[in-house]
């Protein structure tokens, strides 16, 4: 296979170039995502193809869901399963460049996800947290120092951005979920927000 030089391109900004740290870091075992899991902007996402060593790079996924990828060029991959991934560059490469692409994708390392606390609570702001830890509005509570003295700990709500683009807001008793040890606690999950109201009692 020819030399090839891959172009950076707008799609993945300073973000798509595999620099040495991330050719280190993917030295490490990668990370086995859950089957379920949609590859987000600025996962790291290793590749490997079968005796073409060219091709074996490490690229961290642009904020508008693409990497540019060795003579295939821009591929958006934000969305997609790793596994629907690894088929869509198995098919590119096998369009124009190689016969049979042995082609394996590996997550690197994950992207944050992000729960936001705001009102009466001890560290109002950004909980951070990996997408194999399920957060609960509980943790994330705790994580922001706590409840004040004068929140309303019986009535949190917890703000969603829907698929639609809706938003949709949930009211939790969180009291009631940290007096019973055996309350079902209230998933939250990266994007939402958590406000916690001042009591009027």
Avoid at 88 to 109: G, N, Q, R, T
Wanted: hydrophobic share 40%.
């Amino acid at each position: 296979m020819k030399k090839f030089i891959a172009i950076l391109s707008a799609c993945v900004g300073v973000f798509g170039l595999a620099v040495a740290g991330h050719a280190q870091q993917a030295q490490t075992p990668p990370v086995a995502p859950s089957t379920s899991y949609r590859l987000r902007p600025l996962d790291v996402v290793q590749m490997k193809v079968f005796q073409e060593p060219d091709l074996d790079t490490v690229y961290k996924i642009g904020n508008n869901g693409c990497i540019v990828l060795p003579l295939v060029g821009t591929v958006k991959v934000g969305g997609l399963t790793l596994q629907d991934a690894q088929r869509l560059v198995k098919e590119l490469y096998e369009k124009d460049y190689l016969v049979k692409a042995e082609v394996s994708l590996f997550i690197a390392e994950y992207s944050p996800q992000r729960v936001y606390v705001i009102g009466q609570v001890g560290r109002p702001g950004e909980v951070i947290f990996p997408p194999e830890e399920t957060m609960t509005i509980s943790k994330a509570i705790t994580s922001a120092m706590g409840f004040t003295r004068i929140a309303n700990k019986s009535s949190v709500s917890v703000k969603r951005k829907m698929p639609d683009g809706s938003i949709k807001v949930f009211d939790v008793d969180v009291n009631a979920i940290f007096r019973d040890k055996n309350a079902k606690d209230f998933p939250v999950y990266d994007g939402d927000t958590v406000e916690v109201a001042e009591s009027i009692f």
